[in-house]
């Protein structure tokens, strides 16, 4: 069922889950399970979401107003909910980005502080 | 908003179901077994209730959620700092219980509403005239007699509510804008005897529709109704609550029973509810006797009251029709009432000050409570409130300090990317729930502070009617009081510590200017407040110590006192006279009484209490008013160890049928007489045509209260004037109230139906006349120590922070040659010119609101300089006490150390 050993698998930090749902969610209106399986695989699977807590994690969202539910239809002809990005959901993501990748950037300049001398 | 996530959740069941098939069938479709697949679509979406759960906390309890993150944050900074923590909750305990403690006074006399049903529609009637002396000092009014009281009101105007019988019965036909005009008649205290047992027990007399106007049910029997209430009709009467479980074990057993009144035979048909206790909060009758009862309880003399419309004694109460405002009502009966007290006035002086109907809300009651303790309240009260000012702002500048300290912390957290509001919401709520704990504890020092006031205002008083209570209305200020405190202490520090300068902080990690100036505004207030509230505590204490050198000119140590009335018990003239005589003697032979003797009260009540001459008297040619009569006995003055300069003192020679004769004081004798012997002269009492011959003269006393002037005093003979209730006093060996149970029996022994009343040292009857103003001695003192020792803590705290502060400048002067001597002279500069501002501020303030309690005051003026002084050395002394420790660390600081820590 999975090409990665356990051992290289990374947990979800806290607060990362809403940022990467939002990035999922920029490709177009999806419904809580594809969000999951998207997560997974843009990840080449190494970030493992627990899929129960993407649905507290939606619910979030919602209320902060970056997304949006409506219904839909999945692929197997059920009726299911689909989230759509907003607005407002769009400019968090963005803004979200910049902040964790000056994060990332930092935090590896620490980590590999020769890194520029090899 | 909440429809929506309603629907959310309603539907997260279906969605997760969904979304595990999903997950179980692309299982399958990569060649699982179906019941693997579940498993492993099962195992992947984790737990399903806590799935849900947390989605239903993100919609109800995201807010609740931080809280509880913040209180438990919050505690646990607060067990950080223990000390810390518990010097803020306990000043703020103390300031917030001293503030519910007087407000649940307030709140028992200036808030509470009457027991009974719908007490808004009540209205209490009253008039105001001009003043019934004229410029010649004569009384012209239409009101010739009085029981009762009046009051001043506004510029100088007579305000009563006592009515003659004839307007009652005037307001009480047809009227269109009472369902029910009601009355009412103080029946002071009477011999009740139940069973045989007598006690004495306070009577209202009540007209017939009392009851129905008030709209109260009896817990057993029934209630006076009109048909009671006529000449001739069967003495009823409705007993208490309290006194029908006290002397008959409970309402249902004291239906029916037989009881005296002053030996007047009585039925009692019904009990009171427990928590009625009439109209008058400052009053709780025993018994409730139909109005016109008092023909028979108080003899003949009586019948006059009905008939004479020049005497004012009945007071009223009407109850407002449905949609009629007091105002219209006023409009209607004001006339009405004008036109029949007109018919009243004889002479022209009279008509010309005319009583005029006034309307008043009477859902409180009568306002005799109000009158008497509101003034003093609202002075405590302010007080209280500095306190709680002194307590927060001290809060304040310890969070200050506290928060320059925790500026890091904060600065990491901003950093990190936590909202500001987020960070302010986490400070407010820690100084909120220190605030809270601190209200909590204020409750209990609050329920210990309402017991010793009361036991303070109450001093002793029988039946002291101003009962303070913890109700909801109280502890909801109480709590609203320590959030608006959390909320007022710690916003400004919070708001600091979180300015956006975050790069600074982290660099530096010290507090710069703006902290420093806001302690100094701050402690500057607590200094200045301190002030005032020394300055008032210096004040009240003067003036117990002017009303304890009062020289009273008789004993005060040693003294039995305590009261009879034999004439309710049924003993008439002269008998009455024959039985107190007895009396005295036999209470002389108690072993440890060296004399005993009776007059018609304390001394330091004569002017008030019983029966005795008011008017003017005349001696040789001289007319005057204001000398004060004692009725005494035999053996007074001997008793009470007032010299006797000349003559004799009243003895058992006085009797009714013999020659009437005065003793007079010194002054009297040296105003009337030079000096001349006044014994064998003559005293007139105009006023009952009552001729005495001057037997001796007696040094001078303090006739009546500590604050009046001291008159001239005439004693005149008990067997000859034959008050009612008479007070005896008895000089002991030792502890005067050894002897109650002595007299007690002999009491007993003489006539069983005869209670004895007003038990009392005459230390203790003295020190009650000025409860008010010892108690206003004792807690402002108490207020002066706290608010000063809050103050030095504040003062404390800032000068050591400011120490630490500049530790690195310290040690530069040091270096260069500062002597240790010269860095505390700095830090004491700095204090004293804080004290300096403080009392800059407050010098004026003080001199202002002095004046407000100068009614309070005894021989001391509000601006008395030495107080004044006295109060500003104390506080300089505390400031410079409270800034000697951090000043001493300060020239203490090793230079290298400080050096290199900077």
């Known amino acids: 069922m999975s090409t990665k050993k356990e051992s290289e698998r990374i947990e979800l930090l806290q607060g990362t889950l809403d940022l990467l749902i939002l990035r999922t969610l920029v490709l177009g209106p999806q419904h809580g399970h594809a969000i999951a399986k998207a997560i997974e695989f843009r990840s080449d699977e190494v970030l493992q979401v627990e899929q129960g807590s993407l649905y507290p994690a939606l619910h979030r969202l919602i209320k902060r107003g970056w997304i949006f539910v409506e219904d839909g239809t999945s692929e197997n002809n059920r009726r299911a909910k689909f989230y759509r990005l907003t607005a407002r959901g769009r400019k968090q993501l963005a803004h979200e980005t910049s902040k964790w990748e000056k994060l990332a950037g930092a935090i590896a300049r620490i980590l590999r502080p020769t890194e520029g001398r090899e | 908003m909440k429809r929506r996530a309603k629907r959310l959740l309603n ?105 009974v049903a719908d007490p808004e529609s009540l209205v209490v009637l009253n008039w105001h005239s001009q003043p019934p002396e004229d410029g010649n000092k004569e009384w012209v009014h239409v009101m010739h007699s009085v029981s009762g009281l009046a ?95 006290n002397r008959f074990g409970g309402p249902p057993n004291a239906i029916g029973q037989s009881i005296l009144v002053d030996n007047i035979p009585f039925t009692v048909i019904g009990v009171a509810p427990p928590e009625f206790f009439g109209v008058d909060p400052a009053a709780a009758p025993d018994l409730y006797l139909p109005l016109h009862t008092n023909l028979l309880v108080d003899g003949a003399g009586a019948a006059r009251m009905y008939g004479d419309g020049n005497y004012y004694w009945i007071e009223m109460m009407g109850r407002l029709r449905p949609g009629v405002s007091m105002a219209q009502a006023q409009a209607v009966l004001a006339p009405r009432f004008h036109q029949w007290v007109a018919t009243t006035a004889t002479i022209d002086g009279e008509r010309a000050k005319l009583p005029a109907l006034m309307l008043n809300p009477g859902a409180a009651g009568l306002g005799s409570l109000r009158r008497k303790y509101s003034k003093p309240l609202f002075v405590l009260l302010t007080m209280v409130a500095l306190i709680l000012a002194i307590a927060c702002a001290n809060i304040a500048n310890l969070l200050l300090a506290r928060a320059a300290a925790r500026r890091r912390e904060m600065a990491v957290r901003l950093s990190l990317g936590a ?63 320590s959030v608006v405190c959390g909320l007022l202490f710690g916003l400004a520090p919070a708001i600091q510590s979180t300015r956006p300068d975050v790069m600074s902080a982290l660099k530096n990690g010290r507090g710069g200017g703006p902290h420093r100036r806001a302690q100094h505004v701050l402690v500057v207030a607590q200094i200045a407040f301190s002030f005032l509230i020394l300055v008032a505590a210096g004040l009240f204490v003067q003036t117990l110590n002017k009303l304890h050198s009062v020289q009273l000119g008789y004993a005060r140590e040693n003294i039995l006192l305590f009261s009879l009335n034999a004439r309710q018990a049924g003993h008439r003239d002269p008998e009455i006279a024959t039985f107190y005589t007895e009396l005295r003697k036999r209470f002389e032979s108690i072993p440890g009484v060296s004399s005993a003797t009776l007059s018609h009260s304390s001394i330091i009540s004569a002017e008030r209490a019983g029966r005795t001459y008011r008017g003017p008297m005349k001696i040789g040619a001289f007319t005057f008013v204001g000398a004060g009569v004692l009725v005494a006995g035999p053996r007074f003055l001997t008793t009470m160890q007032i010299p006797i300069l000349a003559g004799r003192e009243i003895d058992d020679r006085d009797q009714a049928g013999s020659t009437p004769v005065a003793v007079i004081s010194e002054r009297l004798a040296r105003t009337y007489f030079g000096n001349e012997n006044p014994v064998g002269r003559r005293i007139t009492f105009l006023d009952e045509k009552r001729d005495l011959e001057i037997v001796g003269v007696s040094a001078n006393l303090q006739y009546g209260g500590l604050k009046e002037e001291s008159p001239m005093t005439v004693f005149v003979a008990i067997s000859q004037f034959s008050p009612d209730r008479v007070t005896y006093a008895l000089r002991t060996a030792g502890d005067p109230l050894r002897y109650v149970q002595s007299v007690y029996e002999i009491v007993r022994e003489a006539d069983p139906g005869i209670p004895v009343t007003n038990v009392v040292t005459q230390v203790a009857e003295i020190d009650r006349t000025i409860s008010q103003e010892v108690t206003f001695a004792k807690l402002c003192t108490g207020f002066a120590v706290l608010a000063l020792l809050i103050a030095c803590v504040g003062l404390y705290g800032t000068m050591s922070y400011n120490v630490a502060q500049q530790i690195g400048e310290i040690g530069i002067r040091m270096a260069l040659g500062a002597q240790g001597r010269a860095v505390v002279w700095m830090v004491l500069r700095r204090v004293l010119i804080l004290a300096a501002v403080g009392l800059a501020i407050s010098v004026p303030a003080a001199l202002s609101a002095s004046q407000l309690v100068k009614s309070f005051l005894f021989e001391t003026q509000p601006n008395d300089p030495g107080t004044l002084a006295l109060a500003g050395v104390v506080l300089l002394s505390a400031a410079i006490l409270a800034g000697y420790a951090p000043a001493r660390r300060a020239s203490r600081i090793d230079p290298l150390a400080a050096l290199r820590h900077e």
């Open chain 2, 151 to 245: 009051w001043k009101g506004d510029n100088g105007a007579m305000v009563s509510g006592m009515f003659p019988y004839g307007a009652f019965e005037t307001l009480r036909e047809e009227n269109p804008v009472f369902s029910t005009l009601f009355g009412y008649f103080n029946g002071r205290k009477r011999n009740l005897a139940v069973r045989g047992q007598a006690t004495s027990a306070s009577a209202e007399y009540v007209t017939g529709e009392y009851f129905r106007g008030l709209a109260v049910s009896p817990v057993a029997g029934r209630l006076i109704d009109s048909g009671d209430d006529r000449p001739g009709a069967a003495p009823v009467a409705v007993v208490s609550f309290g006194t029908s479980q």
């Open chain 2, 11 to 115: 539907d997260l069941d279906q969605e997760i179901r969904e979304h595990i098939e999903l997950a179980t069938q692309e299982n399958i479709d990569r060649g699982m077994p179906p019941e693997e697949a579940r498993h492993a679509a099962l195992r992947k979406f984790g737990n399903v209730t806590r799935a849900k759960e947390d989605a239903r906390e993100v919609w109800s309890t995201v807010w609740l959620e931080e809280l509880r993150q913040d209180i438990r944050f919050g505690l646990r900074q607060l067990r950080q700092s223990p000390a810390f923590t518990t010097v803020v909750i306990l000043t703020l305990a103390l300031g917030i219980g001293a503030n519910t403690a007087i407000y649940s006074f307030m709140e028992s006399i200036l808030l509470r509403s009457l027991p």
């Open chain 2, 419 to 481: 909202g500001r509001f987020r960070v302010v919401r986490q400070l407010l709520t820690e100084s909120v729930m220190l605030a809270s704990l601190g209200g909590a504890l204020g409750v209990l020092f609050a329920i210990w502070g309402m017991g010793s006031l009361t036991f303070l205002l109450s001093n002793g008083q029988e039946n002291f009617t101003l009962h303070a209570e913890l109700n909801w209305n109280v502890l909801g200020v109480t709590a609203a009081l």
